[in-house]
């Protein structure tokens, strides 16, 4: 998960063995979504030199100078929230719970009955717990959703669930149907996100397995499922269907559900609705949290680790080979915080100020920053310093963002008011 140098809340890196069922069949892809490819900025591409491309066209263009962040309580009375979201089928908010639940909002009030509640099967503690949630693209016809959490031996599984008959407010909980289990010798470096692609396929991060360092080097290697971004169809086939364009695809010793790969602990992820990049926020080892960026989704990208944290070498420690190597689009050093929060590109309409901007945060500090997201090479600009534990973002249907707050246990949304 994301949390670093918090007591029980320790963070490192390192090897683990993946057991998991493969997935073997491979339907015809599908036709994505079209999407515009931005440009890669300064300090993405080969080596440390800016990508020459120019970025996509995009109507919003974020200026730090014209923004004054605030947060406004939207949700209270919350055990350890690390994830808002919606199901994009009535207004509701859906709050994942580390200890095992999913709670409901309803026209802001939290409902007394959790939408699921599987803490009898949860190992919570530390990095460990419910950590990811995603609902089906076409959840308001099937009802079906898919959670990421640690098992009772501290291993990932991703699961799918639908909702009860007649009750659109809970979930049936004997309904899960098991896609995927990674083994984890140790409880941090769990990754956790899960999310839908314009591609209508799954995507799921890994985090590298824990330990300190990825001695084992999973976040390079490509036979094992750790360190990575995987890409799935959970309707091709079961338990799922491999993406016939994933960039593995037939390639001798690599595993076929991988997009990407050279992640360290890939906490929270997103996509933009506007372009389909991909933003990253992947968790530092001791000197620097980082930002990644996956141009019009563009599979097969190696975003570094463990031969690099951020843009230093790593492993070596110096004259590191960088060839081949997506580099982030912004980082910060542990003078700043200690574990990066990705956040989303804002679409919404109410605070104009903000729109193209991405938003991440840092647990430790409670840090909010922006960056323009149609940026050649990007600064980040402080927005708010909180005093949060912020966890996550998340975003309502209409594009309006919110975090969770992790030990105050809450959920507030983002907003702009003019200066």
């Not at 169809?233 to 993406?243: E, F, M």
């Not at 609705?273 to 990644?292: H, K, L, N, R």
């Amino acid at each position: 998960m994301l949390l670093r140098r918090m007591p029980a809340l320790l963070l490192a890196t390192a090897l683990v063995a993946v057991a998991c069922r493969s997935g073997t069949e491979t339907p015809a892809p599908r036709t994505p979504s079209p999407t515009a490819s931005e440009g890669t900025t300064g300090t993405t591409g080969t080596g440390s030199e800016p990508d020459p491309a120019s970025p996509s066209p995009s109507r919003d263009r974020f200026d730090p100078a014209d923004v004054r962040l605030d947060l406004q309580p939207a949700v209270e009375g919350l055990e350890a929230p690390v994830l808002v979201t919606v199901a994009g089928d009535a207004g509701r908010l859906f709050v994942v719970e580390q200890p095992g639940r999913i709670r409901v909002v309803r026209d802001g009030d939290l409902l007394p009955l959790p939408f699921l509640d599987i803490v009898d099967a949860v190992a919570y503690g530390g990095e460990q717990g419910l950590l990811g949630l995603a609902f089906h693209p076409a959840f308001a016809s099937n009802g079906r959703f898919f959670v990421n959490y640690t098992d009772a031996a501290g291993d990932t599984v991703v699961s799918e669930f639908t909702v009860e008959d007649g009750d659109p407010d809970r979930a049936d909980p004997t309904s899960e149907r098991v896609l995927l289990r990674i083994d984890q010798p140790f409880a941090n470096h769990n990754g956790g996100a899960l999310a839908f692609g314009p591609d209508g396929y799954l995507y799921v991060a890994t985090g590298d397995g824990g330990s300190a360092g990825d001695p084992m080097d999973h976040g390079q290697r490509l036979d094992t499922l750790l360190g990575k971004l995987l890409r799935i169809d959970v309707d091709g086939a079961r338990p799922y269907g491999i993406p016939r364009d994933n960039p593995f695809v037939g390639v001798d010793g690599t595993r076929p559900e991988i997009w990407a790969f050279g992640l360290r602990n890939p906490w929270r992820f997103s996509f933009d609705p506007e372009t389909g990049d991909v933003w990253i926020g992947d968790v530092g080892q001791g000197a620097s949290e980082e930002i990644d960026h996956a141009p019009g989704n563009e599979g097969g990208l190696n975003f570094g680790w463990r031969v690099m944290e951020g843009r230093t070498c790593f492993v070596p420690a110096t004259d590191c080979d960088r060839s081949g190597l997506t580099l982030p689009v912004a980082v910060y050093d542990h003078s700043l915080g200690c574990s990066v929060t990705g956040g989303f590109v804002y679409r919404g309409e109410r605070w104009q100020e903000l729109r193209g901007a991405y938003l991440f945060a840092d647990y430790c500090s409670g840090t909010i920053w922006g960056l323009d997201a149609a940026a050649r090479d990007p600064s980040i600009s402080v927005l708010l310093e909180s005093g949060r534990t912020i966890s996550s973002f998340g975003q309502d249907e209409a594009g309006e963002l919110y975090v969770t707050d992790h030990v105050g246990g809450e959920v507030l949304e983002i907003v702009a008011p003019e200066a």
